[in-house]
């Protein structure tokens, strides 16, 4: 069974590697999420369609998670903070945005999935033209 760290970097990975299905297996059902654009998903099929979104609207994209730090780690709930960066191309201009997260995992039949995840934009998003 993953810890709420390896789950937190699995997720991560399989957004980079737009594998919606490994995805959503890390994320609970009832999940709410919260995005630096203003957009908030309820459920697993919203999260979903946003996801698949990004997915097909931004190409040679990576995000990355850094400086995670753990509040909480109980038997039953985890809780974590986080600076987050991202680059892609939208529209062919180079795009790139950063900023802060908090997470709340906690083991929904045995395994951890995250059920909240809240990201604020930091210094804003940045476009380029293609050079």
């Avoid at 654009?37 to 369609?49: L, P, V």
């Avoid at 039953?76 to 680059?87: I, K």
Wanted: hydrophobic fraction near 40%; aromatic fraction near 8%; proline fraction near 2%.
């Amino acid at each position: 069974m993953l810890t709420p760290g390896e789950v937190k970097r699995e997720l991560v990975r399989r957004m980079n590697a737009k594998d919606l299905a490994g995805t959503m297996e890390l994320i609970a059902d009832d999940a709410v999420y919260f995005w630096s654009n203003g957009s908030a998903m309820r459920g697993k099929a919203a999260i979903a369609a946003a996801m698949q979104a990004n997915f097909d609207s931004i190409r040679n994209d990576t995000y990355e998670t850094l400086d995670v730090t753990w509040l909480v780690q109980t038997d039953e709930v985890a809780v974590c903070v986080f600076r987050f960066r991202w680059t892609g191309e939208i529209n062919g201009m180079q795009t790139s945005g950063k900023g802060r997260g908090a997470s709340v995992l906690k083991r929904v039949d045995g395994a951890w999935r995250t059920v909240h995840e809240n990201l604020s934009q930091g210094a804003g998003v940045r476009t380029t033209a293609e050079p």
